[in-house]
T-cell receptor, first 113, second 109 residues
């Protein structure tokens, strides 16, 4: 298995632009998680899905952030409009039913100027 | 108060030393606990689970203290390759895991 796949790996954009991050979970995993990591705040859970349904989005910072999972093999995290304070590494992770280990993708390093 | 708290470090120790760090959690109903390792500019990866009875994997020992609500990680005979950030993780509910901010460990020759 290729593991969790994320794209792009790096994204540099200007303030106000829309940013879309993509994730392909490990095949067969029922849960998908989006995290954001910064030096100041550490690794924060933004939202997670179970069987493509959003379960908890309480970590989504504000309405500028949205996430979708149209099918079991694909999810997006969108920021519109982006702001410099959104600069961070965004990780996607997946896990299977009854499995506590989370498998992380390589992350997307986002810089908003 | 954060749900999961760690000393950010950095811990800077010589090769061969023993180093230990703790992680405290606030939810007394938490059931499962883990240590993840994160190398610089990489993703976190599971290092080991933490069982009530404590568990050991080679040079690494993880322990749980439910009464005081903390978990610990002990690394014996530290190697240069142990340099990384160690994140504790606590299973909250409904498959939701809360991570600590991580403790940076640097092993010097």
């Amino acid at each position: 298995d290729a593991g969790v796949i994320q794209s792009p790996r790096h994204e540099v954009t200007e303030m106000g632009q829309e940013v879309t991050l993509r994730c392909k979970p490990i095949s067969g995993h029922d849960y998908l998680f989006w995290y954001r990591q910064t030096m100041m705040r550490g690794l924060e859970l933004l939202i997670y899905f179970n069987n493509n349904v959003p379960i908890d989005d309480s970590g989504m910072p504000e309405d500028r952030f949205s996430a979708k999972m149209p099918n079991a093999s694909f999810s997006t995290l969108k920021i519109q409009p982006s702001e410099p304070r959104d600069s961070a590494v965004y990780f996607c992770a997946s896990t299977g039913q009854g499995d506590y280990e989370q498998y992380f993708g390589p992350g997307t390093r986002l810089t908003v100027t | 108060r954060k749900e999961v708290e760690q000393d950010p470090g950095p811990f800077n120790v010589p090769e061969g030393a023993t180093v230990a760090f703790n992680c405290t959690y606030s939810n007394s109903a938490s059931q499962s606990f883990f240590w993840y390792r994160q190398d610089c500019r990489k993703e976190p990866k599971l290092l080991m689970s933490v069982y009530s009875s404590g568990n050991e994997d080679g040079r690494f020992t993880a322990q749980l203290n439910r009464a005081s609500q903390y978990i610990s990680l002990l690394i014996r005979d530290s190697k240069l390759s142990d340099s990384a950030t160690y994140l504790c993780a606590v299973y909250s509910s409904a498959s939701k895991i809360i991570f600590g901010s991580g403790t940076r460990l640097s092993i010097r020759p």
